[in-house]
């Protein structure tokens, strides 16, 4: 087919289209939804006992901080990446809390390592099934805000998706779920929020579900 | 002249003579894009119509409050990527036929040479459909906004034409 023949056809196929909204109205959108279900995991397992204690922890609070940040950022840096020419730069905007985050958590190992208490490897499945059940609904509404976009690198939106919801519902289950060994959150909870973020990337490479063609 | 944000902003409106004009005047850059990404192979205009193709579907996605060319330009480089990654496969793939026995790349050309003619005698609805879908790889979407034909009309199509190619192909000559 001549092009000038397709121009034809693709003006006869116009159709008057909304334009895509913003990415803090589309944010604000999915925080609307992820933000009350994150608060009802909360209170269905119940907050626990000693977060008042917990709260006075600086440590516990920039752990927390940090990963909620890094929720949000993510959330973020998927949102503007199915914007095209969106600068490609703010699909690093999740790395600073992210790091911040590793090392909060790599300092507390660091300080436990001069304190052992034996307790430190033991298997935390409900870590994973934690995580992966708080992020099923956000990350639902997350997929229907990232779709209305268009996917041109659907790895690195998937990825990004998948490290704000996992991020979340790792900070959610610090309110929830009394594991504070750094070592074990180390492993168990930002090792999952790792290797869904992961996964997320090289389904999304391999497969290429929702991109434009 | 209108500029480019404004054209766009009224496609998205509905306004197909601003979109006309918008296309009309892309396509020039895109082809000079394409043809410096992908070396002036044969396969630019296919690129380029590929792209176009592209950004109707995502002209929801444009702000026009935003600068138009990194909006082309991301979705232009997304669609030569594609393609060169189509091409990367598809090569790895003539590898695995040219290289068991020694002159098979002479019957390589006689069967693509006996192919080509089998495409071309088909009815050009079957010979369109086997031409987009299997040899271009196009989406069916895609198939249809540059064959004009719907979607299942398609089907039917390639899935007649490849069943007269193989029927052609099994018959002793």
Redesign the interface.
Known sequence: ?R?ED??D????????????T?TSIRLLGWLAVALPTLAFWTMLFGIRPDIEQRLADPRFLIETMAATATGICAAIAAIDS????APRWRALLPLPPLVLWLLSLGEGCLRILWEPTGTLLEAQWQCVSGIVLVSAIPGLALLFVLRR??L??SGITFCLGALSVSALAAAAMRLFHPVDASLLVLIWQFGTVVALSALAAIAGRRLRPFT?? | MAEFPDLMKR????D?RA??EL??QL?PFLRAYVGRRIGGSADV?DV??EI???L?????????S??F???????AR?RVL?HQRRARMSSIRDLDVTFPASGSNMEEMIVRRDLEHAISVLPKGQRTAVQLLKLRQL?L??AA????MTTSALKVAVHRGLKKLRTAFSEPK
């Open positions: 087919m092009t397709l121009l056809r693709l003006v006869r196929d116009l159709r008057p289209v909304r334009p895509l913003s199915t914007v095209p020419g976009g268009v041109l690198t434009i063609r | 496609a998205q409106a509905g197909a979109y006309s296309l009309r396509v205009e380029v119509q176009l193709i592209c109707h579907k995502a002209r929801h996605s444009y702000d026009p935003r600068p060319e990194p909006w082309v330009a991301s979705i997304y594609d989406t979407k895609e906004v540059i064959s004009g």
